[in-house]
């Protein structure tokens, strides 16, 4: 039996879709190489959980490993500091870099300790210590503490990028991903230093690019307002053609074949959302065990299904008992608004109306469930479920009529 090469949950290895966004990857990258010079304007991608997010920004970072360039990856987190991890990512990167001499290396690495000092990171006052004393003990220079962590990690940014050209890269790209999690002073010191590289008369050859939950422009806009500049690149669900290129080609690669019906089936059912495809396919793979060679086929799928249906029901579940009492019933009143409209968006004040408040009133459950991404504002008062099947789960939770009705993506499909 082959290893099942589908990852629910995990980032994607083989992409459906996302041409344009890769596209658009490799053109930055491209006027780094090229230009020897900081590409902006900083790249932005957003989108609710679980459509792609991770998956297309380790692409673009295994897109820029290959064409050379030094990589920095964090993952930013509601507790950390966001300027200070991505300096010890920076160091850890440059470390594993074999291109680089170690006298350069140690040169700069007593610039970082300095920078990382300012920025607060664990044990970077032992590191200091450490390195100043072999470089013949001169102490760092005074800095006014407001201004340090700023001009500290620009010139840090631009002498790493600096170091990885010279040795024979192609230069630094940055990648943050959560960046809806960012605290806002380090998130502001990182906008900060690559907005003054971008404008700096010594080139910086550099690339950066965020990724977040849909209120991520805001985050960034909050956290430095010239951040509104940068290129906003949403992700949509995955259309039909892609969706059969998500599903079908990892099988492929393993000589497996999708026969047509089950495959219908599977990007119908799963309604562009790629943890879907992932989801369904694995299952259907785990039923049907192929050998190279074997088809996977509508029976497989059926009977994947089950598994299918299980997982995603503790997912829900998970999510459902999360949701305090005025959440739940936040939740109730946009199922039931739905089925009487027959539409996956809701208006916000038709919410308010069914529970008998005012829209005001309502503000409070409103913004729990989109900060918890439960649910998302798809502009002029509508609201709509991020994550399909979901709906139908509460409405199947709270005995509500009809719920046969709702459809894919609302409702997970019963086979
Ligand atoms: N273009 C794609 N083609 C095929 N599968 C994909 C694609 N994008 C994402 N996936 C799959 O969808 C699921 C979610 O992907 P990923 O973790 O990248 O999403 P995300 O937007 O980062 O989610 P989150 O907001 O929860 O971090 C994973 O199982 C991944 O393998
Ligand atoms: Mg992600």
């Excluded at 990382?116 to 006052?125: I, M, N, T, Y």
């Amino acid at each position: 039996m082959l290893p099942n090469p589908y990852t629910p949950g995990r980032p994607a290895q083989v992409l459906g879709g996302r041409t344009r966004e890769r596209a658009r990857i490799a053109s930055l990258l491209e006027r780094v190489e090229t230009l020897g010079e900081y590409a902006g304007p900083l790249h932005v991608f957003h989108a609710p959980r679980g459509l792609g997010k991770t998956s297309l920004l380790r692409s673009a970072e295994r897109e820029a490993a290959s064409r050379g360039f030094a990589t920095v990856w964090v993952s930013a987190t509601r507790r950390g500091n966001v300027a200070a991890e991505l300096t010890h990512a920076l160091r850890t990167s440059l470390e594993r870099l074999d291109s680089i001499g170690s006298r350069d290396l140690a040169a700069f690495g007593l610039h970082l300790s300095k920078v990382e000092l300012q920025l607060g990171v664990p044990g970077a006052g032992v590191r200091a210590s450490v390195e100043r004393s072999r470089d013949g003990g001169t102490a760092p220079e005074p800095v006014t503490p407001a201004e340090a962590p700023v001009s500290g990690l620009e010139s840090v940014l631009r002498d790493s990028a600096a170091l990885v050209r010279g040795s024979g890269g192609a230069g630094l790209a940055l990648f943050v991903d959560e960046v809806h999690a960012a605290d806002r002073a380090g998130l502001g010191v990182v906008l900060n230093a690559l907005q003054n590289l971008d404008g700096a008369s010594s080139a910086a050859p550099l690339a950066a690019m965020f990724a977040g939950l849909p209120n991520t422009p805001e985050v960034i806009i909050d956290a430095a307002t010239f951040g509104e500049r940068s290129q906003w690149l949403p992700l949509d669900r995955l259309d039909d053609d892609d969706s059969a290129v998500a599903l079908v080609r990892p099988a492929a690669d393993a000589g497996v074949d999708w026969d047509h019906a089950a495959r219908r089936r599977v990007v119908s059912d799963a309604a562009g959302y790629p943890y879907f495809l992932q989801l369904l396919g694995s299952t259907t793979w785990d039923v049907a065990a192929p050998d190279p060679g074997a088809v996977l086929e509508l029976d497989h799928v059926r009977a994947g299904y089950r598994d299918a249906r299980e997982q995603l029901g503790s997912l829900f579940r998970a999510r459902w008992s999360k949701a305090s009492p005025g959440q739940q019933e936040f939740l109730v009143a946009m199922v039931e608004l739905m089925l009487e409209h027959g539409t996956d968006d809701v208006e916000r004040a038709g919410v308010a109306r069914r529970l008998g408040r005012t829209t005001r009133e309502i503000s409070v459950p409103r913004d729990r469930l989109i900060a918890q991404d439960v649910i998302e504002p798809t502009g002029r008062g509508l609201l709509r479920f991020t994550m399909p099947g979901f709906a139908g789960f509460v409405a199947e939770e709270a005995g509500i009529d009809g719920a046969e009705r709702l459809q894919a993506p609302a409702r997970f499909p019963e086979l």
